[in-house]
């Protein structure tokens, strides 16, 4: 029965005053949380009216993108502007090129990793991320998220068809006003995967995980573009655990093609492998066997201090003949079991090593026996670090930092963690007190936040030992601004030059051709190739620009121009009065046209419409005094000579000497498929033997015409039918008075009918044939022709004569003899393709005709670590003791019956 009317206007009274109330006294959070816009479909916005832009284009985010980022990090009067954020669209469409609308779209982000996080913090304070709300393509299979992206964040986005393979993008990072624009992206269609798991009478496995692989093309890899982007085409490994009657589904679409099946614990013994997975739904029916139990499999015991007292935490491992085969991390009680891994080998104890930060490591005095149930570990505390930092100009303390303690391993071996930014915070009086350190080597610096005038200490090596507490005192080097200005000997300034400010931590002096990197990807690499990127830019109209660095410390003043000859000073201090005046040397400038302008076309098409490829540039390589050399220098990818729409370049502060002419471009590699799987970038020499000399203005014309790209047919057959080939390209192409012969690669994918066409330069080329058969690459003997400039090329003919035998391998019991790779091998060292063989001991070998000796690998030696122990104990052995020879057999064009093939007895045994 409803209330009564006054007692309803009571109860909305009495909580309108509540939330009133509430509204009131809230304390207003430190970060606001971020409040995500609801889910919305780009046809709802009216995102169908936009235009997207060309493919890395940098048109900004549409109007309804920006407002629903507004709304999704706590906007709500105004949209965000395009400034303000990132940028991911793209075009959801089917092989056919169709659109498919209402497709799911999320953009993910997290933490780069635990050293920019750390940073951040120490500079900026907490780090305020949600994902944004999906949405879903519009009517036209397009979709657009704009988002305001943290700088330590890297991001993905996820699309995920309910009926199709998902594909997903990853960027190592987004900033403010970046647009994404992934293009077309084809959704291949997948199929369901569900089956059961039983045992050999038939019996559900449950609770078993299960693992199935794709036999990928070896060339269907993620494929990144130049700033980074990460295309993960679609998964090819999928994990699942049987439910209570062995039944199991994956969670998502599954590419189609061939898979293996591995369970965890068990042998699969049925189907045959690898399995088909076909569309609409595969439905699997797995036969498996248990392992057999071996001997006693764990070791327990109970790690305690010098005091008895329980040690949590520590990690554990059991190591047998150098490799780990079980670990364990102690409990809050200190207890511990290690259970021994499948691959534990026979050996009957292991050797156990411990790792817990703040005590010594701790290694058994002798192998433990597996099987021990009672194991007392008694780990030793290290000392106790106390330290004290100040500022190095004034002496007062600072208190807000946070310290790099980086292990220094035997062999520069290099931990993810090792930089780290520890004990993150606010330190009274600048006294930081660590109760304990692993005894060791490392690398100490200490790190204020940014915009405090005072700089990370330099890395020192430190080495902690026994148990008395240590204190250490460091002062931070105070930040120096200095005016750094260049000038030409006639007093005149040089603007727009790149000047940098770089430390090498070894102490050696930096190159034209040293990497230039951030301070933590400096300390892990070999000072000999690394130097620390301090502070850098480019010189105003005046010659000068301000260079900020820590005082008392050598650095190295590196100019590499351009509009100068590219010189390094050193070693520079930033400290100093007055600006610190440099003169450098004017150089040669260089006037160059490139034609026909219809060769730079042909090199650009090479990219197959890349739009993140380079277009063709110039480079100078030295010759003879300058030999080695190149121009632009640097160590930077784009350290190149810019051509413009008429292939008109320009060089200046050109080193005097002797130069050549080099044209590089990039080329997009294919994948079976014919999709993209990278770049490379060729350099070819186009005028050699130039002589330039200081002060003087020289003016070349590049003449490129015998690089023309003239088309060149092939066609490829099997056995005389056609058949759809990949074909290794590769040539040596005419040199260049003075230069060294130029090879050059092409990968080119025949049609159905074994025909394709691909644009060559004049050279001695070699067409190497590859065929997909039964999921395997199988190779065949090449060609060799001739491409003439200015003449047409006879057609490519390519008759593959592809021989086979189907055999079966039997153990020497008689038992088929499953999962054993063979090799097989003619006269003149031709090798043929075998696939391991089936449950049944069946496979087949496909070669050339004629004999062939097959070859296997002694059964002892399958066990990776069987085969390393029977090396060491046998050093200089010939290798062809690890295998045994099968009896030869006879590969024949057309059918043939099947052969079987016993191993022999000694195949079971050790080489004597």
């Not at 309108?16 to 780009?42: I, K, N, R």
């Not at 005046?581 to 060769?599: K, S, T």
Request: with cysteine; net charge negative; glycine share 10%.
């Amino acid at each position: 029965m409803p209330a009564p009317r006054p007692v309803v206007a009571l109860v909305v009274l009495v909580a309108l005053l509540l939330l009133s109330g509430w509204l009131l006294w809230s304390p207003e959070p430190e970060s606001p949380a971020v409040e995500p816009a609801p889910p919305t479909t780009a046809s709802q916005t009216g995102a169908t009216e936009h235009s997207p832009a060309p493919r890395g284009g940098a048109a900004g985010p549409s109007e309804q993108a920006l407002a629903r980022a507004a709304v999704a990090h706590g906007g709500t009067a105004h949209p965000a502007s395009a400034g303000d954020v990132a940028v991911v669209r793209g075009h959801c469409v089917d092989e056919r090129g169709a659109p498919l609308p209402g497709v799911p779209v999320d953009v993910g982000g997290l933490g780069r990793n635990e050293e920019d996080l750390a940073q951040y913090r120490l500079d900026h304070g907490t780090v305020v991320w949600s994902d944004p709300r999906p949405v879903e393509s519009d009517a036209e299979g397009r979709f657009e998220i704009a988002f305001t992206p943290p700088p330590p964040y890297q991001f993905h986005c996820a699309i995920t068809p309910a009926d199709r393979v998902r594909v997903t993008f990853w960027w190592a990072q987004l900033a403010a006003g970046d647009v994404k624009d992934v293009g077309d992206v084809v959704l291949a269609p997948g199929a369901i995967l569900r089956g059961m798991l039983t045992d050999e009478a038939g019996g559900a496995l449950t609770d078993v995980y299960l693992t199935l692989q794709a036999q990928r093309d070896p060339d269907d890899r993620a494929t990144f573009d130049a700033q980074g982007e990460h295309r993960r085409t679609v998964a090819h490994r999928f994990f699942v655990r049987t439910g209570p009657r062995g039944a199991f589904e994956i969670d998502q679409r599954v590419p189609l093609g061939t898979y293996r099946i591995d369970a965890r614990d068990h042998v699969v013994v049925a189907p045959d492998l690898p399995v088909e997975v076909t569309a609409p739904a595969t439905d699997l029916r797995i036969v498996a066997r248990a392992l057999a139990a071996g001997p006693a499999a764990s070791i327990e015991g109970r790690v305690v201090d010098e005091r008895g007292l329980p040690v949590p935490g520590v990690r554990l491992e059991a190591r047998a003949t150098g490799s780990g085969v079980g670990s364990a991390v102690s409990d809050d009680d200190g207890g511990f079991m290690i259970a021994r891994r499948d691959d534990g080998g026979s050996e009957p104890a292991a050797t156990l090593t411990t790792e817990r930060k703040g005590y010594a490591h701790w290694t058994s005095d002798a192998p433990i026996p597996w099987g021990t149930k009672d194991l007392l570990i008694r780990l030793v505390a290290g000392p106790a670090l106390t330290l004290r930092v100040t500022r190095g100009d004034t002496g007062a303390p600072v208190e807000r930092f946070g310290i790099v303690l980086a292990p220094q391993r035997e062999g520069g071996a290099y931990s993810s963690t090792d930089d780290r930014i520890l004990h993150l915070g606010d330190h009274p009086g600048g006294v930081l007190e660590i109760p304990r350190i692993t005894p060791q080597r490392y690398r100490l610096e200490v790190r204020p936040p940014g915009g405090t005038g005072v700089a990370a200490s330099p890395p020192q090596i430190v080495e902690f030992e026994g148990t008395a507490p240590i204190e250490l005192e460091i002062a931070l080097p105070a930040r120096v601004t200095r005016r750094i200005e260049l000038a030409f000997a006639d007093g005149s300034p040089v603007a727009g030059a790149r000047v940098e400010f770089l430390r090498n931590l070894g102490g050696l002096p930096v190159t034209m051709h040293t990497w230039a990197m951030d301070a933590a990807n400096a300390a892990r690499n070999s000072p000999e190739h690394v130097a620390e990127l301090v502070s850098e830019g480019e010189t105003d109209a005046r010659g000068g620009l301000e260079l900020e660095a820590a005082s008392g410390l050598d650095y190295a003043l590196r100019l590499p121009g351009p509009g100068h000859v590219p010189l390094v000073v050193q070693p520079v201090r930033i400290e100093g009065e007055g600006p610190l005046r440099v003169v450098v040397d004017a150089g040669a400038r260089l006037l160059g046209r490139v034609e026909p302008l219809g060769i730079l076309q042909q090199l650009r098409d090479e990219a197959l419409g890349n739009p993140d490829a380079r277009p063709p540039a110039i480079r100078l390589l030295g010759r003879d005094e300058r030999r080695g050399e190149s121009f632009p220098g640097g160590s930077y990818g784009d350290s190149n000579l810019a051509l413009d729409e008429q292939g008109r370049f320009v060089a200046e502060g050109v080193p005097p000497g002797t130069w050549a002419v080099a044209v590089t471009w990039q080329q997009t590699r294919l994948n079976w498929e014919g999709a993209h799987s990278g770049m490379s970038s060729p350099t070819r020499v186009a005028l050699d033997g130039l002589e330039l000399t200081e002060g003087t203005t020289r003016e070349v014309v590049v003449d490129l015409t015998s690089w023309e790209r003239r088309p060149v047919e092939f066609a490829v057959r099997r056995n005389g039918q056609p058949v759809r080939a990949r074909l290794t390209v590769q040539g040596v192409l005419a040199s260049e008075s003075g230069s060294e012969p130029v090879r050059s690669g092409y990968i080119v994918l025949t049609d159905d009918e074994g025909r394709a066409s691909q644009p060559l330069p004049a050279g001695m080329w070699t067409a190497e044939p590859l065929l997909r058969i039964a999921g395997r690459w199988v190779g065949a003997a090449g060609v060799e022709f001739t491409v003439v400039a200015g003449r047409p090329t006879p057609p490519v003919d390519l008759d593959l004569q592809i021989a086979e035998r189907r055999i079966r391998v039997l153990r020497p019991d008689g038992e088929p003899a499953a999962g054993i790779s063979l090799g097989a091998r003619a006269a003149g060292d031709r090798t043929a393709t075998c696939m391991d063989t089936d449950a049944s001991g069946r496979t087949v070998v496909f070669g050339t005709s004629g004999p062939h000796t097959l070859r296997t690998l002694r059964q002892p030696f399958r066990d990776p670590e069987a085969l390393r122990t029977w090396r060491e104990e046998h050093p200089g052995a010939d290798d062809s003791l690890l295998s045994v020879d099968l009896e030869p057999i006879e590969l024949l064009i057309g059918p043939a019956d099947e052969l079987v093939l016993r191993l022999p007895d000694e195949w079971a045994s050790l080489p004597k």
